[in-house]
């Protein structure tokens, strides 16, 4: 499985982002996606995951009500909306996936990685 994220940038605070990450080398369907975020001098967290089909999807308490997670399996994409931005939530992120349709929030139980995008929220 192979994924490329992108859509990062530089927002101001309480502005809005759409990352996407690119899935290519499995059938999308069969695998659940996630997205976490790494800040500097930070560990690397978990920010919301979604399953296969796109039916269920589970969010960090940080970003719960302000980012949604969402998929078009038709397009290979899965999408992460980021809205009422927060200097805070300045980081690097990143999408991975696991054939396992299950939750989880460990970034060891995600074999597969891309190569992280930039967001920059000024304040």
């Known amino acids: 499985v192979q994924l490329q994220a992108f859509g990062g940038g530089l927002v101001q605070a309480w502005g809005s982002l759409r990352l996407s990450c690119a899935v290519s080398?499995?059938?999308?369907?069969?695998?659940?996606l996630a997205w976490f975020r790494q800040a500097p001098g930070k560990e690397r967290d978990f920010v919301a995951w979604?399953?296969?089909?796109?039916?269920?999807?589970s969010y960090a308490d940080s970003v719960k009500g302000r980012f949604t997670i969402s998929r078009d399996n038709a397009k290979n994409t899965v999408f992460l909306q980021m809205n009422s931005l927060k200097p805070e939530d300045t980081a690097v992120y990143f999408c991975?996936?696991?054939?396992?349709?299950?939750?989880?929030?460990?970034?060891?139980?995600?074999?597969?990685w891309g190569q992280g995008t930039q967001v920059t929220v000024s304040s």
């Open positions: 080398g499995r059938t999308v369907s069969r695998i659940s």
């Open positions: 979604i399953s296969q089909n796109g039916a269920w999807t």
């Open positions: 991975a996936a696991t054939r396992f349709n299950l939750i989880s929030r460990l970034e060891n139980e995600y074999p597969y």
